[in-house]
């Protein structure tokens, strides 16, 4: 248990289906990270949030829709999505978004497949 | 402009050979470094980090890096592989962008471990 839990740990879904993915941390970060992590290329950074506010959206589809309702949880909403959006989303939170030496703690993933 | 190159996608040694994987990276300001663990169906885990204190840094595992800034390198290294250590092994660059500082990764290096 690294101190980032995100669940469910494997979801299945339909291009119709409307999901979301939770992540929680309860180490007192105060920045939290969406990543998509695809066969074969980099982990791409979706979202990034300090302190529940949304500081970057990387270009990323408005299919996924990011909610921070506080500094320890973490959502990514999902709906009408692609076959090309099977991927593993990790989440990651860090101390703040000044002293990132101190590295990313991240979860252990959400495997979506989607149908 | 700041960024992570890994040498080779995928590395595969026999059991007790030296590790050496290779991390080059690109930064206009001095950098903070680390190499990230992936085993399968799981997330990130921090094995180690340069900070510009000592340059030999050693982390989890028996694994340490070397920072060259001369040759703008941050290898990782282990003196004899163990089964375990199959996994996917990922270099990042801190970075300051948008107004704040953020990771970037390299795209990975996948290593083997054969009897």
């Known amino acids: 248990e690294t101190g980032v839990t995100q669940t469910p740990r494997h979801l299945v879904m339909g291009m119709t289906n409307k999901k979301s993915l939770k992540c929680e941390q309860h180490?007192?970060?105060?920045?939290m990270y969406w990543y998509k992590q695809s066969a074969k290329k980099p982990l791409e950074l979706m979202f990034v949030y300090s302190l529940e506010e949304r500081v970057e959206n990387n270009s990323v589809p408005s299919r996924f829709s990011p909610e921070c309702p506080n500094s320890s949880h973490l959502f990514l909403h999902l709906h009408t999505l692609q076959p090309e959006d099977s991927a593993l989303y990790l989440c990651?939170?860090?101390?703040?978004?000044?002293?990132?030496?101190?590295?990313?703690?991240f979860g252990s993933g959400t495997r979506l497949t989607v149908v | 402009a700041q960024s992570v190159t890994q040498l080779g996608s995928h590395v595969s040694v026999s059991e007790g050979a030296l590790v050496l994987l290779r991390c080059n990276y690109s930064s206009s300001v001095p950098p903070y470094l680390f190499w990230y663990v992936q085993y399968p169906n799981q997330g990130l885990q921090l094995l180690l980090k340069y900070t510009s204190a000592a340059t030999l840094v050693k982390g989890i595992n028996g694994f340490e890096a070397e920072f060259k800034k001369s040759e703008t390198s941050f290898h990782l290294t282990k003196p004899s592989a163990h089964m375990s250590d199959a996994a996917e092994y990922f270099c990042a660059v801190r970075f300051f962008s948008g107004g704040y500082n953020k990771l970037i990764f390299g795209a990975g290096t996948r290593l083997a471990v054969h009897p």
């Open positions: 990651a939170s860090s101390q703040d978004l000044g002293r990132s030496n101190y590295g990313y703690t």
């Open positions: 180490l007192g970060h105060n920045a």
